[in-house]
């Protein structure tokens, strides 16, 4: 699914009437056909029903207007309640104001706004937010804003036009206050402000209708892919009835230090769960005895580390040996803070030759040297920080990542030649080339220890099955946050381990293929 700014959806209008002679009026009957018909059909059309419309000045109210218009045609009874004077009406807007009954239509400009009319909107069967759209730039105050919060205490149904009104089209910032929608109806694409949070939990349900965007105004607009299971599903290879271990790669995990054995072994499993058809786990001597044990099917490497449980330099000459005809390696998952492990860990993002996958402690080593991370390789890397790390490999902060999650990952992606999985609700995948993805799968329960080692070892598993560095990623995202959304399904979100995950990713792929 492709996903675009509020700005390029406006451009992709203009270019509709400008270039191929749609007239603005058509394009809005045709969103608030397409909202009316969502109304409609969630519901009903019988006689007797009530919707409360409240509209802006701008094309937004003139698409709720439509709706209006529409759903009294259907036999129900309308209010629509204009937040601006009539003269302040212009354009096509003004043209589907007209159309519509006078004696259904109430003016309550600021500061009166929505106030009088609390008791009419809560008799409403629906209300439908048609105030601001997807070109709100400046956060929402006074009589409007306390218009969004009726809407929300009113506990009737909304339907939001376009987007909620209060939710920034191109980043999902509350912009104030912000309407809570049940359904969202939005045109010809999904906005970033739909998908991306906080604004995503205020649309409720999304639909995209048609409005008559050419296809190629589509296709040559600038967007993002939105990762859902139609995506992921196209991205999975099929195996043959003849495929056998060797077919799908043999992974090199290296990682694990004195108390966080886990990490490593759950990277090392979650890559057999993830279709590795051999994986090899190299871990600090001292600690080998207790891998077999939590590793059964995966073979173990033990690196010298003289009785510290940490690996160093010394570990440099076998671990390049042991790269000799892996498919791929994970770099860092309870590699520890140890300086001297720092050391081997940038020494080896510089050496290996393989597609290589670095995460946790191996981000902290190279956030100390970061120029290592742009060094010319001959293989994909792959850096899966959370914003904590992405932060400290920035050289920023954790709220400037998290205020910019889209431009942090892809100007860091093409500066370093990398490719980026910045991790978070609705984690970004960013690729060296500027592609973006942006994942739609996980839920709250993931917010747990062992994640990240976890999804390390899926991107790491499906690198050595020879896709395709960002198809690995966008795939390894979804599978890891939808193998989650099992696992809630069936125990809820809270108390949900990284163990639980990793079990469910093969039934993750077999729902998606199935």
Same mark, same amino acid.
């Given at each position: ?37 969502? %109304?409609?059909?969630? $519901? ?20 709720? $207007? ?15 309640? #204009? ?56 956060? #929402? ?11 929300? /205490? ?8 376009? %987007? ?30 739909? +998908?991306?949070?906080? =604004? ?45 271990? &060797? ?8 990682? /694990?230090?004195? =108390? ?14 993830? &279709?590795?058809?051999? %994986? ?33 330099? !010394? ?13 791929? *390696? ?23 030759? !393989? ?45 400037? *990542? ?26 970004? *995948? ?45 795939? =390894? ?9 099992? *696992? ?22 077999? +729902?998606?293929?199935?």
């Amino acid at each position: 699914m492709k996903v675009v700014t509020g700005e390029t959806m406006k451009q992709m209008d203009r270019r509709a009437i400008a270039e191929f002679g749609i007239p603005g009026l058509v394009l809005m009957e045709n969103a608030g056909r397409g909202c009316a018909d969502v %109304i409609l059909r969630a $519901y009903g059309s019988s006689v007797g029903s009530r919707a409360v419309v409240v509209a802006g000045k701008g094309n937004n109210g003139g698409d709720g $207007y439509v709706i209006a218009r529409l759903l009294m045609d259907k036999g129900w009874e309308v209010r629509t309640i #204009v937040l601006a004077l009539r003269d302040d009406i212009g354009g096509d807007a003004r043209v589907n104001l007209d159309r519509l009954d006078p004696s259904t239509v109430s003016y309550s400009p600021p500061p009166a706004g929505l106030a009088p009319f609390v008791a009419e909107i809560e008799q409403a069967t629906i209300i439908v937010d048609a105030l601001f759209g997807t070109g709100l730039a400046s956060e #929402v105050t006074g009589a409007h804003a306390e218009a969004i919060e009726i809407m929300n /205490g009113c506990h009737r149904p909304v339907i939001a036009v376009d %987007i909620p009104s209060g939710v920034d089209a191109g980043s999902g910032a509350l912009l104030g206050m912000a309407t809570n929608a049940d359904f969202t109806v939005t045109f010809a694409c999904a906005k970033l402000g739909h +998908v991306l949070y906080p =604004g995503a939990e205020r649309c409720g349900e999304l639909r995209i209708v048609d409005i008559g965007i050419p296809q190629q105004v589509a296709d040559d607009a600038d967007g993002y892919d939105f990762i859902d299971g139609d995506a992921a599903r196209r991205l999975i290879r099929r195996r043959d009835r003849q495929d056998h271990k &060797g077919s799908f790669g043999h992974c090199l995990v290296i990682a /694990g230090s004195t =108390g966080k054995t886990g990490a490593a072994a759950m990277a090392a499993n979650s890559a057999l769960r993830a &279709g590795s058809g051999l %994986i090899t786990l190299a871990v600090p001597a001292s600690l080998n005895a207790i891998l077999e044990v939590k590793t059964t099917e995966v073979m173990t490497l033990p690196l010298p580390d003289e009785g510290q449980g940490f690996i160093t330099e !010394q570990a440099a000459p076998l671990i390049a040996a042991a790269t000799k005809g892996k498919s791929s *390696v994970a770099l860092g998952p309870g590699l520890s803070w140890n300086p001297a492990t720092a050391v081997l860990v940038r020494h080896l993002v510089s050496e290996i030759d !393989q597609p290589l996958v670095v995460d946790a402690d191996g981000l902290n080593a190279l956030s100390e040297e970061p120029e290592v991370i742009g060094r010319k390789r001959t293989a994909s890397l792959v850096l899966t920080p959370h914003p904590g790390e992405m932060a400290r490999l920035a050289g920023t902060t954790v709220d400037a *990542v998290e205020s910019n999650r889209i431009g942090i990952a892809q100007e860091f992606a093409a500066r370093c030649g990398t490719f980026l999985v910045l991790k978070g609700a609705r984690t970004v *995948v960013a690729a060296p080339d500027g592609r973006i993805a942006i994942n739609g799968s996980g839920n709250p329960g993931m917010a747990s220890g062992g994640m990240g080692d976890v999804l390390t070892g899926v991107i790491a598993s499906l690198l050595g099955q020879g896709y395709p560095p960002f198809d690995a990623c966008c795939l =390894g995202v979804f599978i890891h946050g939808h193998a989650a959304d099992l *696992v809630a399904a069936e125990k809820g979100e809270i108390g949900i381990s990284a163990v639980d995950v990793q079990e469910r990713l093969p039934w993750a792929f077999k +729902v998606l293929i199935t």
